[in-house]
């Protein structure tokens, strides 16, 4: 506040926005050429620095190394990672910024594997939104053909169940409504845990029946 009170103009106010001197500072460049040499072990180099007597901490030895080790100017950008491109391909295309549509493109571009794969991936999504199970068959004989690695297994898999996943992508009905019970009958089991029998955990369940609406009865 005294700061406020003593200032002559409004600019006085301000802090001037410098580094804050540090300990580290006179050992930046031993460490910097360290790091040139090779040494990147925030361990290693701060045990040198202690053997020269610095005045020194870990955390300030791993603060620097951290901002040696960023991205220098003019790198290439670093590649997606497996959940990125996980996210784009199972994400609804309309979802996706433009910056993530560019970068999904330039990832099929370089692996025409993964091109196939999202071609199936999209197929699929059509056939579980657009109920059309009646297209399941060849969808897996497509994705067999290509033997992909892991949507291939999923593929064939669907053959096990094939009457009930067939039944799932065409019809309108599902166990939603019982899924939703079950879950609102398990939460209230968690919350009398330890705390009350069987004869509470009844009524409380009988009650939340009684007063819900016949729009919440069957939602989970």
């Not at 926005?17 to 925030?42: H, I, M, Q, W």
């Not at 220098?72 to 199972?90: C, D, E, I, N, S």
Request: charged share 25%; net charge positive.
């Amino acid at each position: 506040m005294l700061r406020y009170a003593n200032a002559a103009r409004w600019q006085d106010t301000f802090r001037e926005n410098r580094p804050r001197p540090s300990r580290l500072d006179p050992y930046k460049p031993y460490a910097e050429r360290r790091f040139a040499e090779g040494c990147t072990s925030v361990t290693h180099l701060h045990r040198e620095l202690l053997a020269d007597n610095a005045p020194v901490t870990y955390q300030m030895v791993r603060a620097h190394m951290a901002t040696l080790r960023g991205t220098p100017v003019g790198a290439p950008p670093r590649p997606p990672t497996v959940r990125q491109v996980t996210g784009w391909l199972t994400q609804h295309p309309t979802a996706l910024s433009d910056e993530d549509r560019a970068g999904l493109k330039d990832v099929l571009a370089r692996c025409p594997e993964l091109d196939a794969a999202a071609g199936h991936v999209r197929d699929f999504a059509e056939m579980l939104s657009d109920r059309r199970g009646a297209r399941l068959p060849a969808w897996i004989e497509a994705v067999d053909a290509d033997q992909l690695p892991g949507l291939t297994g999923f593929a064939l898999h669907l053959l096990r169940d094939f009457d009930a996943v067939t039944a799932g992508l065409t019809l309108d009905w599902s166990s939603g409504s019982i899924e939703g019970a079950v879950n609102r009958i398990k939460k209230i089991k968690r919350q009398l845990y330890g705390r009350a029998g069987f004869a509470l955990l009844r009524k409380m369940i009988l009650l939340q029946y009684r007063f819900a609406t016949p729009q919440n009865r069957g939602t989970g």
